[in-house]
């Protein structure tokens, strides 16, 4: 069986946990000029939708390039499927798409031509390769200005370009590089919508790149947070959140000194965030329906009840104070 | 990923073969070149002094037109190696134009958008991308040059006989070797310059620069100092001096100069630099161009 269709079957498989990790990292650093970008990175990428974070300069561009070979590592290694990055480069490259971050493109050339173009440079026959550029340009939303120039493109309609050219070829792993970068609300709702049917269709694997907390929230299912050059954090954001469930946000009315004493003495952890605001984390053997007995032996009003759960800021934010994590 | 559908699938059909990706690159650039119909006509024009060569051969061999004319053949010019070696010279002109025309856009244009990334991320290497652009440039500037003159050859070989082609077979190999020399200096120039400056203008400057003012730098020399070794920075010379070696007319001793001391003259002998220089100085030159577009066509240029 050729190694494109091992990973075609790979990725159509519920679940990929069982199989080669979609990226695997062993040890890998890069350094430009004596200057580490990256240092020592270490995991396995296992999520159908990777979202890749952290502030400006962290690493992730250079990590992307460095997988698809771009540059080389300073040591250590990486995996894409099975494939090590530096041996097997044109045989990753095969399969992967790339959506990059700058304004890129062919000059003087209309859309389907170029589409077209970059779909025969991934080995598609000239005719294949033109029916998928309809197709690919049709998908995205650019059917109708699929004959125009690109030069004459606005600045969303080349991103939708870039992501043309990125799935044209039907790749198992698609990396895109800050997608929704300069568009407006209505391109980005856009934007993160095809990324997330790319996602839900099941034939490939995305890795997103975005200090955009929301673009990463809504489309992927784990996350990478890169910080100077190193792994800061890799969690399954769903898990991430339920593991914190028990975090609630309490508005009172009444006495809230004596409901916070009550609490203490249920053994609940709490702290009071604002005013008539209290915020509690349930411990062991403690229901909801407590703090309703609590509130009434108090004469306390509970006006409302939210569970918190962490958003991706406070995992990011906690990720940026606490250093250098792992998997 | 159909159309109607608008579901994404994947592509699970036949691929082509890796070898023959690169030719993907002149193809398109051929659509794009002979969109501009300035450049068809151009192009065109560019087979003319072919076409007198082939009424000149032909003439040499028709007796009936010969005399239509009131032409005695003595009075042609022969068909030798000197012959040859003329239109090979001369539509090296042509070549150098089309060069200009086509070549200058050829990276700066990707370098310019950021388009590497786009080429490189695929199956796709930096070789391939090299060779492919200036695949543009060798297959336009073989269909001016070394293959309508071989062709031209073997018209004359016909013409005139076996014993003719069997004596001149080496006339054929000096036609492609200086033809192909000549269009891969200009290719990897064309391609380095446009890899360095980015901007076609600029780049089709360079390029008129590089070949006439080291021709006019080196003429100076040569007239200075009685030598021939200031054409050594000269591509042009270089190449003159190449293609006679090929066709064997080249004469080391090629002036004389009489050389005014106050009022007495004397006969200066001025030889002509070695072929061995003349190769090496291509070669050097050649292998510069490739470094530099090493050095240029990278998907991203890290900044130190």
């Known amino acids: 069986m050729e190694l494109s269709e091992t990973i075609q079957k790979q990725a159509s498989l519920p679940d990929p946990a069982n199989f080669a990790p979609v990226i695997d990292l062993n040890g890998l650093s890069v350094t430009f000029g004596g200057r580490p970008i990256l240092q020592n990175l270490q995991g396995e990428l ?25 540059h080389l590592p300073s040591s250590g290694t990486a995996h894409i499927f099975g494939q090590d990055i530096i041996t097997d480069a044109k045989q990753i490259r095969s399969f992967v798409g790339y959506m990059p971050e700058r304004d890129s493109y062919i000059a003087k050339m209309s859309a389907v031509h170029f589409v077209r173009l970059m779909a025969e440079l991934s080995g598609l026959p000239p005719e294949a390769a033109l029916e ?3 197709e690919a340009l049709f998908y995205v939303g650019l059917g109708e200005a699929r004959y125009r120039s690109l030069d004459t493109y606005s600045l969303g309609m ?3 370009a870039k992501l043309a050219q990125a799935i044209v070829h039907g790749p198992s792993l698609i ?18 919508r095809l990324v997330r049917e790319i996602r839900d269709s099941g034939k490939a694997n995305i890795v997103l790149s975005s200090h955009l907390l929301r673009d990463v929230e809504e489309c992927c ?11 800061a954090v890799y969690c399954n954001l769903e898990e991430e959140r339920k593991s914190n469930r028990k975090f609630l946000l309490l508005e009172i009315r009444g006495d809230q000194d004596k409901f916070a004493e009550g609490l203490g003495a249920l053994g609940c952890e709490y702290a009071i965030t604002g005013d008539h605001r209290v915020k509690v984390v349930l411990q062991g053997g403690t229901e909801v329906r407590d703090l309703y007995h609590l509130a009434s032996q108090f004469d ?11 958003s991706l800021e406070d995992i990011f934010l906690k990720a940026m104070e606490n250093g250098h994590g792992g998997l | 990923m159909a159309v109607y559908e608008h579901t994404y699938k994947q592509y699970l059909g036949k691929l082509t073969p890796e070898w023959s990706r690169f030719l993907v690159i002149p193809r398109h650039a051929f659509q794009d070149v002979f969109k501009s119909k300035l450049f068809t006509a151009f192009f065109v024009i560019c087979f003319l002094p072919l076409l007198v060569e082939a009424i000149l051969i032909y003439l040499h061999h028709n007796v009936s037109a010969l005399a239509i004319l009131r032409v005695n053949v003595r009075e042609l010019i022969p068909i030798d190696a000197s012959f040859f ?22 990276v700066s244009r990707d370098l310019r958008n950021n388009a590497l990334p786009l080429y490189l991320c695929r199956p796709f290497s930096r070789t391939e991308y090299v060779l492919g652009k200036m695949s543009v440039l060798l297959i336009l500037l073989s269909a001016i040059t070394w293959v309508p003159q071989l062709l031209l050859f073997l018209f004359q070989s016909y013409l005139e006989g076996a014993t003719w082609f069997i004596e001149n077979l080496h006339l054929a190999s000096a036609i492609f070797i200086s033809s192909v020399v000549w269009i891969l200096l200009l290719a990897l120039l064309s391609q380095a310059v446009s890899a360095l400056v980015k901007w076609r203008v600029i780049a089709s400057a360079g390029l008129l620069g590089i070949f006439f003012i080291p021709w006019v730098f080196g003429e100076v020399v040569n007239q200075m100092f009685l030598t021939r070794w200031g054409s050594i920075i000269s591509l042009g010379a270089l190449m003159r001096n190449v293609t006679s070696g090929l066709f064997g007319t080249f004469a080391q001793a090629s002036a004389q100069i009489t050389q005014f001391d106050g009022r007495v003259g004397r006969e200066v002998v001025v030889n002509e630099m070695p072929l061995w220089a003349a190769w090496l100085a291509l070669f050097v030159v050649c292998a510069i161009c490739l470094a530099l577009l090493s050095r240029k066509v990278k998907a991203y240029e890290v900044v130190r």
Do not use: C
Not at chain 1, 50 to 70: R, V
Not at chain 1, 221 to 231: A, H, Q, T, V, Y
């Open chain 1, 46 to 70: 296992r999520g159908r939708a990777i979202g890749l974070l952290g502030p400006n300069g962290a690493g992730k561009t250079t990590l992307i390039h460095t997988l698809l070979g771009f």
């Open chain 1, 132 to 134: 998928r550029a309809h």
């Open chain 1, 158 to 160: 080349k991103q939708l």
């Open chain 1, 175 to 192: 990396f895109l590089d800050e997608p929704t970068n300069g568009l407006d609300p209505p391109a980005r709702q856009r934007m993160i």
């Open chain 1, 221 to 231: 299912e784990e996350i990478l947070i890169l910080k100077d050059g190193r792994l």
């Open chain 1, 300 to 310: 306390v009003q509970i006006r409302r009840l939210s569970y918190k759960r962490d």
């Open chain 2, 85 to 106: 070696q003329f239109w090979v010279n001369f539509q090296a002109w042509p070549a150098y134009f089309v060069m200009l025309l086509v070549g200058p856009p050829l």
